[in-house]
């Protein structure tokens, strides 16, 4: 906590009105300002993406919501955890000026016929698209809203989350929204596991179990920098790392920027993985 920014004041606001008020102050003042959309529960990772937007950024809101319409009925949005006056705090000490954390009335206050943005089907059909239906729609309104709301000059995103960072590069180019998406890299904790808001529900022995997800993919990044190429024979060796216990829901490899699967590997290609330990359910990814 070196920077004079990360011992100002921290302003919680709940309504659209009151945060719609501090940003016109702000533009007013010409401050330009950076949005980290969050569900909360902050750890490493998100505090990584308020440290990027505090050296980017004159002013830096991070939204905590946790958005019912990502998750679907048999996910865990009400177990989910929330713990605000912690969030608040870890806002406060990597920097940011506003923390806007809206009940869901104030952010769906007609729960009839919603108007949703949709991203293409072509993006939503691989992955976590897979499975979970509808979280993508879910996704991309949820930030489209919290950009109109908030109007920043950018927004910053995990690449922990590979899928919902390119599916809103797309639709933002797709629907001019003025904003520019920053990706950050992925926070790791010492053993290599990815943080997420979803390790705090693994007991001791399931998270010795869930490190083989990451031992899995910096075994296939070792296979690759000794010049195997092929995906059937990489993952022949790669997963036999994988714990017995583990359920995977998908291991796949696809170029980045054409988000097409292939089956060799090369630069630019995005290796995904979900899989549930117990029934928690934990992605990670690494780029080639
Ligand atoms: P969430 O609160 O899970 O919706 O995540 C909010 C933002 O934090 C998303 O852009 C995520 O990709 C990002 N994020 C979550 N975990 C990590 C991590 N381990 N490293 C970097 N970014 C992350």
Do not use: W
């Not at 990772?45 to 980017?56: C, R, T």
């Not at 905590?64 to 605000?84: A, C, H, W």
């Not at 991309?140 to 690449?159: C, E, H, R, S, W």
């Not at 390119?166 to 596991?193: H, Q, S, T, W, Y």
């Amino acid at each position: 906590m070196g920077s004079s920014q990360a011992n100002k004041d921290i302003v919680v606001l709940n309504t659209i009105k009151q945060i719609r008020k501090q940003v016109k102050d702000l533009k007013s003042n010409n401050k330009t300002i950076g949005l980290v959309p969050t569900m909360g529960a902050l750890h490493d990772g998100h505090a990584s993406l308020i440290k990027k937007a505090v050296q980017e950024c004159d002013e830096v809101i991070v939204s905590i919501f946790v958005n019912p319409t990502q998750f679907g009925p048999n996910e865990d949005l009400d177990k989910y955890p929330r713990q605000l006056k912690q969030d608040v705090e870890i806002c406060k000490a990597n920097g940011a000026g506003l923390v806007f954390t809206p009940s869901s009335n104030e952010i769906y206050p007609e729960d009839k016929h919603l108007t949703y943005v949709v991203p293409s089907e072509y993006y939503q059909s691989k992955l976590c698209g897979l499975t979970r239906k509808g979280h993508f729609n879910g996704v991309a309104t949820i930030v489209l809203k919290l950009f109109n709301i908030v109007a920043p000059d950018q927004a910053f995103f995990g690449l922990k989350d590979a899928q919902q960072l390119i599916i809103i590069k797309k639709m933002c180019r797709d629907l001019d929204v003025p904003v520019k998406i920053v990706e950050c890299p992925i926070v790791r904790d010492n053993d290599g596991l990815a943080l997420s808001s979803r390790n705090a529900y693994l007991t001791q022995a399931e998270r010795a179990k869930a490190i083989t997800i990451n031992k899995l993919l910096f075994k296939i990044q070792e296979l690759y920098n000794n010049g195997l190429k092929n995906k059937e024979k990489i993952l022949n060796t790669a997963l036999k790392i994988l714990d017995a216990d583990i359920e995977l829901e998908y291991l796949e490899f696809l170029n980045l920027d054409s988000f097409k699967e292939t089956n060799l590997l090369e630069k630019n290609t995005l290796i995904a993985i979900a899989a549930k330990i117990n029934n928690i359910r934990l992605i990670d990814n690494i780029v080639i």
